[in-house]
């Protein structure tokens, strides 16, 4: 599978913005889903996972109760809903696959995922 982030821009702190992460290819459904990001100076952290019958998700601390991620298998689509944002949101965003199991944990690691999109640039201003 093939993926593509998008939806990236520039908003003001306290702003919502939505992201979304368009997958081409067969087995979609096959893939539990992740987003990541990438400040400048840093390194690529997890942000949230979604299993890929969508019944599981996971978030790092940073953003729980803040974003959420959701996906619709029948579009291929994945997104990433970002509310009360701050400028420590600021990076390039990541959508990433990992082929798993249905039982599979939702990944948090850079490494489970072997598929990954071109990033999308968020930048949260104050």
């Known amino acids: 599978v093939q993926l593509q982030a998008y939806g990236g821009g520039l908003v003001q702190a306290g702003g919502s913005l939505r992201l979304s992460c368009a997958a081409s290819?067969?087995?979609?459904?096959?893939?539990?889903m992740g987003w990541f990001r990438q400040a400048p100076g840093k390194e690529r952290e997890f942000v949230a996972g979604?299993?890929?019958?969508?019944?599981?998700?996971t978030y790092s601390d940073y953003v729980k109760g803040r974003f959420a991620i959701s996906r619709d298998n029948e579009k291929k689509m994945v997104y990433l809903q970002m509310n009360n944002l701050t400028p420590e949101d600021t990076a390039v965003y990541y959508c990433?696959?990992?082929?798993?199991?249905?039982?599979?944990?939702?990944?948090?690691?850079?490494?489970?995922?072997?598929?990954w999109g071109q990033g999308t640039l968020v930048t949260v201003s104050s």
């Open positions: 990433a696959g990992d082929w798993a199991i249905l039982s599979a944990d939702v990944a948090t690691t850079r490494s489970q995922y072997d598929t």
């Open positions: 290819g067969r087995s979609f459904d096959r893939y539990n």
């Open positions: 979604i299993s890929r019958n969508a019944k599981r998700t």
